[in-house]
């Protein structure tokens, strides 16, 4: 059973502060990962993807990759309340491309 | 990224009943996929809606129940067959597969179904 794992919070963290969420794989041969937000109500929006070993950054966002860890992180900068939503790990099935599962998805709450 | 639109956007449906929901997009795409969303839950994988032959389904999930329909490239349907009250969720296709990011999806706004 191929399967990500996060953990589903909720994580409470001040305005203004890093928010960091994690996310494990359970299958060596995944390649493609990526970060969605879901706000209540809403459907998923990617906001990041990543593919090497490292760190990516896109604006207040950081997604680091470790694949002999099989790991994968988000990092918020700044944190704004409007980043208070569900953020969703996916992960392609390293053995068919275009597929991807999720996580159950982290609750991520910035207090002002 | 692509404009991808649902309907309905959602709908109240008596038990036994069926509802297509219709799923298009702005542009040519070559994977599409549907999904549901249960309450408090995250996304399962329904489906595989393959252009020009049957959709390829996950386990669990069986023809007979969600027939799904793909006529090109830019449009499919999924059908939820004779409801059942276990079948309100939130059901979301995506489309993927174009341009550089072959592994991106994209996600319709969904369909939110209540079966009484």
């Known amino acids: 059973q191929k399967e990500v794992e996060q953990n589903s919070g909720p994580l409470s963290v001040p305005e203004g502060a890093i928010a960091s969420l994690n996310c494990t794989y359970s299958d060596r041969g995944s390649q493609s990962f990526f970060w969605y937000r879901q706000y209540s109500g809403k459907s998923p929006e990617l906001i990041m993807f990543?593919?090497?070993?490292g760190d990516k950054e896109d604006g207040r966002f950081t997604a680091q990759l470790n694949k002999a860890s099989q790991y994968v992180s988000l990092l918020i900068r700044d944190s704004q309340p409007s980043d208070s939503a569900t953020y969703l790990c996916a992960v392609n099935m390293g053995s068919s491309a275009s597929k991807i599962i999720f996580g159950s998805g982290t609750r991520l709450s910035i207090r002002p | 990224s692509a404009v991808i639109s649902q309907k309905p956007s959602r709908d109240i449906c008596q038990r036994g009943t069926s509802l297509t929901i219709q799923c298009q997009v702005d542009s040519q795409v070559t994977m599409m996929f549907w999904y549901r969303q249960q309450p408090g839950q995250s996304l399962t994988l329904i489906a595989t809606a393959n252009q020009g032959s049957e959709a390829t389904y996950e386990s669990g999930f069986v023809i007979d129940k969600f027939p799904i329909s793909r006529p090109n490239l830019t449009f499919s349907t999924l059908t939820v067959s004779n409801m059942s009250p276990e079948d309100s969720s939130i059901y979301l296709c995506?489309?993927?597969?174009?341009?550089?990011?072959?592994?991106?999806?994209?996600f319709g706004p969904g369909t939110r179904l209540t079966v009484l």
């Open positions: 995506s489309v993927g597969g174009g341009g550089v990011d072959t592994d991106t999806q994209y």
């Open positions: 990543i593919y090497s070993n």
